[in-house]
């Protein structure tokens, strides 16, 4: 796997810097996937692996954990019966793509054997999840 990933990073490091830039990760996600990710989800999947200075750009770690990122989000989001949207919509009960407060605290009841969860603890999910 370590060289399959290397091969694609550097096929999309055209410049030769140890870094992709946002566009080149944007055409290795369309190569990977057959489909252009939109400007939400390439910000998704940029937030989620740049996580080294400095931003804006990944290495080839970080550009590994964007693949994963970006697997997972194509296999359980972007079918109507995959098993992330049919949580999803579960929840989203106004239909708005979005989870609020009370959405959201509702998911994670039922997630931790509908024990209630503190607001600490719903606080601390929004500060970490909410990156859009």
């Not at 972007?78 to 989203?92: E, L, P, R, W």
């Not at 998911?107 to 999840?129: C, G, H, P, R, Y």
Request: charged fraction near 30%; aromatic fraction near 10%.
């Amino acid at each position: 796997r370590r060289a399959r990933v290397a091969a694609l990073f550097k096929k999309y490091d055209k410049d030769e810097t140890g870094k992709l830039t946002r566009d080149e990760v944007k055409a290795m996600l369309h190569e990977a996937s057959g489909a252009s990710p939109t400007e939400e989800e390439l910000t998704f999947v940029m937030k989620m692996s740049d996580t080294k200075n400095p931003r804006g750009s990944l290495g080839m770690e970080e550009f590994s954990d964007a693949i994963n990122c970006w697997n997972c989000y194509v296999h359980e989001f972007t079918s109507a019966d995959s098993f992330g949207n049919v949580i999803f919509q579960k929840y989203d009960t106004d239909g708005t793509g979005k989870l609020d407060r009370s959405q959201l605290r509702n998911f994670l009841t039922e997630m931790n054997d509908d024990k209630q969860v503190s607001d600490i603890d719903l606080d601390w999910v929004i500060s970490q999840a909410d990156i859009l």
